[in-house]
Structures are given as structure tokens and as C-alpha cells.
């Protein structure tokens, strides 16, 4: 089945350490997405990639850092330079940039600082 | 700076009521506008619109867009406890999307 796999589901990371988020999709899809969700909010873009080797911030990319180097793969780090990193974070993809047809979410990662 | 707001923020309903989520937006380049539902995890998605007046519908839900007042609204008829979620409003545009803050339904037996 086609889809969005991302890994782990739940992570705990002590503060000042870096964590990596996976993501990893079979839908040939162009576009990939890193959004985090805080309770009571919406999505808010971290980074996005429209095609392998080249990754756009989103609106809260500080303290995030992205790579894509295969079309199948965008994982997210988490560095310490985040201040405030325990959120849940999805990722998805699209056919295109645009998400002119929606998006396709994975499952989640619910990252928590101890 | 591109803003979609939802209202109400939350919504508690008996089974069978009926309810209408907001969402108005103001978003420059607009493309298309989407509504999820997030149960636990992933959102999953439900309609997509791109022009006025239209209505989507699947099964009990429907969804209309009205792109001259900036908004659109998701109707559930005859709600079942399996509709509670948070339904979010994202707006697309070239290269990026912008979501609300969504909505929490939340249906009683």
C-alpha cells in the first residue's frame, strides 16, 4: 500500500541533544512537508522540498534543519538551538508544490524534552 | 502575512444535532482551499474546493466555498460520536499552505 511512514512514533530527548525524525514515502510524490503541531493549534510549515537536493524553510524553521537526498526520504533534525521542541510533528506529501490535490500525512511523531 | 481562522475553536453537540464549522481566510495567490479531519493522528482529508458556490458533499458532510466573502464553511448532518475530531481549514496557495487552528467537535451519545 502506498504511504507515509514516519518514525518513531513517540521520542524523548533530553535538552541539548539533536534528534532526527524520519519520514519516508512510496507515493512518488514531488513535494514533501514538515509541519508541527502544538495542542490547540493548527499546522505550522517547518521546511518544505519540492524535488531531491533542495529544501525551502517554512514559517518556524529556526532550530529545524532538513535534507533531501533521495525522493523518498525528508527527515527532520530537531537541533538544541529549538527552544521550545515538544510538539507533534507530521509530515506530508503532495503530487506537486502547490498541493493544488492536498496533501498525504503520516502518522506523527510526538517528540517530548526531559 | 497569510491568516485562516476557524470558528468556533470548539463545539460540543448531541448525537443527531446538526453542525456548521467556519473557516475565513485571507491569503494572497489563492489556489484551493481543504478540510481534514484529525481523529488521533494524521489528518485525513475530506473536500477540496476551488470555486464559488459549489457544494462538495459525501455522505453526511458537505462543504461550500464562497471565495468572494473569504470563506467556507463544512456542514455534518445527523453528527454520530464517530464525528468527533478536529477539523482543519488549510488554504493553498504557489508553494505553501496555510492552516487554522481547527476546530474540536465533540459529539455525546
Known amino acids: 500500500d502506498g504511504g507515509i511512514t514516519q518514525s518513531p512514533k513517540y521520542l524523548f530527548r533530553k535538552e541539548g541533544q539533536n534528534v532526527t525524525l524520519s519520514c519516508e514515502q512510496n507515493?512518488?510524490?514531488?513535494?514533501m512537508y514538515w509541519y508541527r503541531q502544538d495542542p490547540g493549534q493548527g499546522l505550522r510549515l517547518i521546511y518544505y522540498s519540492q524535488i531531491v537536493n533542495d529544501f525551502q524553510k517554512g514559517d518556524i524553521a529556526e532550530g529545524y534543519s532538513v535534507s533531501r537526498e533521495k525522493k523518498e526520504s525528508f527527515p527532520l533534525t530537531v537541533t538544541s538551538a529549538q527552544k521550545n521542541p515538544t510538539a507533534f510533528y507530521l509530515c506530508?506529501?503532495?503530487?506537486?508544490?502547490?498541493?493544488?490535490?492536498?496533501?498525504?500525512f503520516g502518522s506523527g511523531t510526538r517528540l517530548t524534552v526531559v | 502575512e497569510d491568516k485562516v481562522v476557524q470558528s468556533p475553536l470548539s463545539l460540543v453537540v448531541h448525537e443527531g444535532d446538526t453542525v456548521t464549522l467556519n473557516c475565513s481566510y485571507e491569503v494572497t495567490n489563492f489556489r484551493s482551499l481543504l478540510w481534514y479531519k484529525q481523529e488521533k493522528k494524521a489528518p485525513t482529508f475530506l473536500f477540496m474546493l476551488t470555486s464559488s458556490g459549489i457544494e462538495k458533499k459525501s455522505g453526511r458532510l458537505s462543504s461550500i466555498l464562497d471565495k468572494k466573502e473569504l470563506f467556507s464553511i463544512l456542514n455534518i448532518t445527523a453528527t454520530q460520536t464517530g464525528d468527533s475530531a478536529v477539523y482543519l481549514c488549510a488554504v493553498m496557495r504557489a508553494g505553501k499552505s496555510t492552516f487554522g487552528d481547527g476546530t474540536t467537535l465533540t459529539v455525546k451519545p
Open positions: 506530508a506529501s503532495s503530487i506537486d508544490l502547490a498541493g493544488y490535490y492536498g496533501y498525504t
Open positions: 507515493l512518488n510524490h514531488d513535494a
